[in-house]
């Protein structure tokens, strides 16, 4: 059997995937222990609680989630009386979604911890670096 030079622990796809996994699995943890939510209805919270009043599209267009995975989380968000849905009164079959004031606190609450994780992340790194990484990530993410 032939020596395969490809080395995996090297893959930049592979890298960013480990990375991620890594830094956000003790923030998943966070917000599955608090409010019982998967890691697709904590990015539509976060959605609507930066940029308000949005449709399940443009959560979609934004977050390049899929429109399935957005439907299923917005369903168990409005169960649990964290967002409202309305229809739109010239397009019926455009929803628009607003949080809800318990829906809000959660954000709120989210949100100051999200902070304080990024923080404590950033801090591994030093300021130039952390700036590096932030760039190559943005730079990266707009290829799709």
């Known amino acids: 059997m032939s020596h395969d030079d490809f080395d995996l622990q090297d893959f930049l ?9 890594a830094s956000s699995l003790d923030f ?9 939510m998967l890691r697709t209805e904590w990015r539509v919270l976060f959605h609507l609680g930066i940029y308000g009043r ?5 959560i979609g267009q934004r977050s390049r989630m899929h429109k399935t995975k957005i439907s299923r989380a917005v369903q168990k968000l409005a169960d649990r009386r964290f967002l409202t849905r309305q229809t739109d009164d010239q397009d019926r079959r455009l929803e628009w979604l607003d949080l809800t004031a318990q829906g809000q606190a959660a954000y709120r609450d989210l949100r100051a911890i999200a902070m304080r994780y990024d ?21 990266l993410a707009q290829r799709g």
């Open 13 to 21: 796809p592979y890298l960013l995937n480990q990375a991620a996994e």
């Open 28 to 36: 998943q943890q966070v917000y599955k222990d608090r409010y019982g």
């Open 54 to 58: 949005m449709s399940a599209k443009e």
């Open 119 to 139: 923080s404590g992340l950033s801090a591994q790194l030093t300021a130039q670096e952390n700036a590096v990484l932030r760039q190559a990530l943005r730079k």
